[in-house]
Structures are given as structure tokens and as C-alpha cells.
């Protein structure tokens, strides 16, 4: 008995139009986190990159927190239109700006209601807990920004 291995008519096409998908969606989300980047530095008391690449704890764990909420939110606005590759590259670029802007938004009104200092929590040169907190609010409402988009 012998058996065949058959691929379909399409698979070359389909397999080339994955790949340029993965390419393309890529560099929305490469562009879109270093957006959220750039908007929680501008935001954040300090340069963090500069605090980041000294080592300070406190800067290392809100970037990092910061980051990950970014990536939540371009994730989610990726899965949720990757149907249709065209409309899903526009819904994916404009839900994860809405996303990075509210994000950044959440997190300082958060700090201002908890009165935590952050220039000198992410200055500090010793972990501070509250750091914590602030990385808390990232999360939290990377999360819900991105539950938000589905």
C-alpha cells in the first residue's frame, strides 16, 4: 500500500502570503513598541534608557513593566484582525496607537492618585517598592487596554 503526500493547489501562494503576513505584522508591532516605548519616556520623569543602561533596579522594572504592557496591547490588536491582512495591518496600527496613548494616560493618572513619586523612585539607586507599584499599573492596565481591543 502506498500512500501519497499531497499538498494542496494553493499551499505556495498561501505559504508565501504567511510569510509576507509575518513580515508585515512584525514590523507594525517593532514600530508600535517602540512607540510605547518612546511614550512611556517622554512620560516618565528621567531618560529611561539612559537609568535603564546605568542599572538602576527601579528604572529597569518599570521599563520592563512598561514594555510588556506595550506588548499586551499590540498582541491583542494583532490576534483580533489578523482575518484580513490589509484591514488587519490598518486595525492593528490604529487600535495599538489608541492603546499605547491610553495606556500612558492610565498608568500617570494611577501615580497621581497613589502620590508616588516616580523621578526619584526610577532614580534611586537602591530598589525602592514602590517601583512595584508603578510596574503593577503598567500590567494592570496593559491588560485591560488590550482585553479592551477584543
Known amino acids: 500500500m502506498t500512500s501519497t503526500l499531497a499538498l494542496?493547489?494553493?499551499?505556495?501562494?498561501?505559504?508565501?502570503r504567511g510569510i509576507g503576513a509575518i513580515l508585515l505584522y512584525g514590523v507594525v508591532g517593532l514600530l508600535l513598541m517602540f512607540a510605547g516605548f518612546y511614550a512611556i519616556d517622554w512620560t516618565t520623569p528621567g531618560k529611561l534608557s539612559q537609568l535603564v543602561t546605568r542599572g538602576l533596579p527601579n528604572a529597569v522594572i518599570v521599563t520592563a513593566s512598561g514594555l510588556l504592557s506595550m506588548a499586551f496591547i499590540v498582541v491583542v490588536a494583532i490576534f483580533n484582525s489578523a482575518s484580513d491582512l490589509t484591514g488587519g495591518l490598518i486595525t492593528s496600527l490604529v487600535y495599538g496607537l489608541i492603546g499605547i496613548v491610553v495606556q500612558v494616560v492610565g498608568v500617570r493618572l494611577l501615580e497621581w492618585a497613589t502620590r508616588i513619586d516616580v523621578g526619584s523612585t526610577i532614580e534611586s539607586e537602591e530598589f525602592a517598592p514602590a517601583s512595584i507599584v508603578v510596574a503593577a499599573a503598567h500590567l494592570g492596565l496593559g491588560l485591560v487596554v488590550a482585553v479592551s481591543i477584543s
Open 8 to 16: 494542496s493547489d494553493t499551499f505556495g501562494s498561501d505559504l508565501v
